[in-house]
């Protein structure tokens, strides 16, 4: 247990702290010994970002570092057994997620090698392809890329130009582009170390496209030369990972033989006829897509982490650097001054849920992957959490690197204190493995569909009464409803935000603003198409896209929402792990800060849509105000509990620096006092000639 009365530097008291070891063990989650390893791994200095190298000499040291992380044993957890691996699919993904802590360019290299290229090969080929491929890639003497992206069709993957086009006379597929625009680019290994390529094409044979599927493609040869009828360009400098060789790969009649079709969800025999255990397109195409999810699973936790570290940092500098002169004679610690706690707290909340919703996520994950609960529905799951958690995490590690860098000032702009450089390196996380506004959409669209699903077998008379309580219920909330609840609040702040402090009334509203979004939005595309003729395809197609055109904005907020509301139980079933009583309290704290920021961000629609009044909405930001006071002692303990080491970290600012250049500094003043050579300030000396 820590104890806060102790005079811990920069720290405000308080009468007992958090017990940050059980809370740390809450965070590090269900595979606690997978993430203390890969954190091993980063702190290891071989395998750190160096600042200010040079790209060719940082591509190189990325690529040796991979080296490292097979010598190590890092890599093997998620392969089959058979091949020397351990089948440990979560335990995989949360050590690859610490590493982003030792160099984000090696993290997303090794990443593209074993989580994408050997992912693919494993997950969609047979035990064949295993066995003919993956113990090369998985040493590292087979380098790969990932050839799904083009550079007509981003986050479009299934409208990709490459095509497989299959010859049967040869048993062979002809890989082609056939314009620019199908020229596959943003491939990490494809600059320069790829000697092989899983690459995504139209598969057409006899005449008929098959949809999109997976292929293995010889690339370069092991001394680097292009193989025949392979091009390649380098990508060159980046924002950010700098040591990954993206570039771009494009194809002129490459053939490969017939058994190099990835085939575990369709094939092609000798004659040329296609077969799949899936008869329908889409869902085949969806399915093979599914199984590289771990990507976006990997990229949430990473986020996370880099999250943490820059809250870590902040708050550890924020908690020593003094700036202007307070009531005590000194000057002020930034993290006693509100806004400062503002900056950084209601963050520090929302990484907590965040850590706990990527455990919720991870475990899903890995209950699928590892076949204990592998099914149709729980895939469809993960893939929606993934869609969900992925963006809103990617887009909070920016908005705090960027904050955590203003709360630093001129500090927090310097290289070696880490800031800048996750931020530029981070900045891709939000559009790879799926734009963030896209993945939400399919987070929308499945929220509609469930929607939808509750009136699946209902008549037109269930359908209008839906309809019309949904209006009269809006009647009410505008109503007498508001009206009495202004009444109530009426000079009771303490009283209108205590009914909200249950953990049920915060989660009724959260889950209420989801609800009523994606029911309105499903009103709406009713109403656009309820008076087009469904005889006329055509027409109703045109009215539908028009109109779900028209909500797309509002259904990406919803899912937006959603994605909160699933952040906010779990860090409600996160607190549950803890047992000790003051950091549970502690914690519950920082869950209502995270809760009542969400109402608060959102203030206006809840004001709009009735379900708050002005003066409870006025009583949520006073009751924020007062949680970042009793937060602010335990600040310092929230952080700790991440468990980042002086050797994760890395960031002088956070060594304890700060505090011992104020020790020094007020060493020096005292000593100039006590000797009565410390001089008078004029506005002093002006006071006492008016005396």
């Known amino acids: 247990m820590t104890d806060t009365t102790t005079s811990r530097p920069g720290k405000a008291t308080s009468a007992a702290g958090i017990d940050v070891d059980a809370v740390g063990d809450a965070l590090l989650g269900k595979w606690k010994k997978e993430r203390l390893e890969g954190r091993q791994m980063a702190e290891d200095p071989r395998m750190h970002t160096i600042h200010g190298q040079p790209m060719d000499e940082h591509r ?4 040796e570092q991979l080296g490292i992380l097979v010598e190590s044993g890092a890599i093997q957890r998620a392969f089959p057994k058979y091949l020397g691996g351990a089948d440990n699919h979560g335990g995989n993904i949360a050590a690859y997620q610490e590493l982003v802590l030792a160099d984000p360019s090696m993290q997303i290299k090794s990443g593209v090698q074993w989580g994408l290229f050997g992912a693919a090969i494993l ?51 002809v890989i082609h582009t056939p314009f620019k625009g199908a020229w596959k680019d943003y491939l990490g290994n494809a600059a320069l170390h790829g000697q092989a390529a899983v690459v995504f094409a139209q598969l057409i044979t006899n005449g008929v496209n098959h949809g999109v599927h997976a292929f293995f493609v010889p690339i370069r040869t092991p001394a680097g030369d292009m193989m025949p009828g392979v091009g390649s360009e380098d990508d060159g400098v980046k924002g950010g990972l700098n040591g990954i060789d993206n570039g771009r790969l494009h194809f002129t009649n490459v053939r490969v033989p017939r058994t190099n079709l990835l085939n575990r969800y369709g094939d092609v025999a000798a004659d040329g006829t296609y077969s799949s255990s ?37 708050i550890r500098y924020g908690s020593e650097r003094r ?9 002020t610690v930034l993290m006693d001054y509100g806004q400062h706690q503002r900056r950084l707290l209601p963050r520090l909340a929302q990484s907590y849920a965040m850590a706990f ?55 927090g702009f310097i290289a070696k204190n880490r800031l800048t450089g996750l931020r530029a390196d981070l900045d891709i996380y939000v559009t790879f493995e799926g734009d963030n506004n896209i993945l939400l959409q399919l987070v929308g669209k499945r929220l509609l569909t ?35 609840q202004s009444i109530a609040d009426l000079g009771q702040v303490a009283r209108s935000v205590e009914s909200m402090r249950a953990p049920e009334a915060q989660h009724a509203l959260l889950s209420d603003r989801v609800e009523t979004m994606v029911s309105e939005i499903a009103m709406a595309l009713r109403e656009a198409t309820k008076n087009v003729p469904k005889s006329d395809k055509q027409a109703h197609a045109i009215a539908g896209e028009e109109a779900f055109n028209a909500q797309q904005h509002k259904l990406i907020e919803a899912a937006r929402a959603h994605g909160e509301l699933l952040q906010w139980e779990a860090f409600t079933e996160g607190i549950e ?4 009583t003051e950091s549970r309290r502690v914690l519950i704290w920082l869950r209502d800060l995270f809760g009542f920021g969400l109402i608060e961000n959102n203030a206006a629609w809840y004001l709009v849509q009735g379900r708050i009044s002005p003066q409870r909405a006025e009583a949520v930001t006073a009751y924020i105000d007062r949680l970042l006071g009793r937060l602010r002692p335990h600040a310092l303990d929230l952080v700790e509990a991440f468990g980042l080491t002086p050797e994760l970290l890395r960031a002088e600012i956070a060594s304890g620096i700060e505090e011992e250049r104020q020790a020094e500094a007020q060493a020096y003043v005292d000593a100039q006092r006590a000797a009565g050579t410390w001089p008078i300030h004029e506005k002093e000396l002006r006071a006492q000639a008016k005396k």
């Open 60 to 63: 190189q040291r990325v690529l």
């Open 123 to 173: 997950h969609l080929g047979t035990r064949e392809h295993h066995e003919k491929w993956l113990p090369d890639v998985m040493s590292l003497k087979l380098p790969g890329a990932f050839a799904m992206t083009e550079i007509g069709h981003g986050s479009d993957v299934a409208s990709i130009g490459t095509t497989a086009t299959y010859d049967a006379e040869t048993e062979e597929f």
């Open 278 to 314: 899936i008869e329908s397109p889409g869902r085949r195409f969806f399915t093979m897509i599914g199984t590289l999810v771990q990507g976006r699973v990997s990229l949430d936790g990473s986020a996370v982490q880099a999250m943490q570290a820059a809250l870590a940092i902040a």
């Open 323 to 331: 700036q202007f002169p307070g009531a005590s004679g000194r000057d």
């Open 357 to 411: 919703a990527g455990e919720r996520l991870l475990t899903v994950f890995d209950e699928v992957f590892s076949g204990a609960g592998d099914t149709p529905e729980n895939r469809e799951d993960l893939e929606t959490l993934a869609a969900a958690l992925k963006p809103l995490s990617t887009w909070a590690a920016l908005d705090t690197l960027q904050e955590a860098r203003e709360a630093c000032g001129g500090a």
């Open 450 to 484: 469930d929607y939808a699903a509750q009136f699946k077998n209902a008549d037109r008379a269930v359908l209008a009464k839906a309809a019309a309580s949904q209006i009269g219920d809006r009647v009410t909330r505008f109503g007498l409803r508001r009206v009495g």
């Open 577 to 580: 792990k803890v047992k000790d």
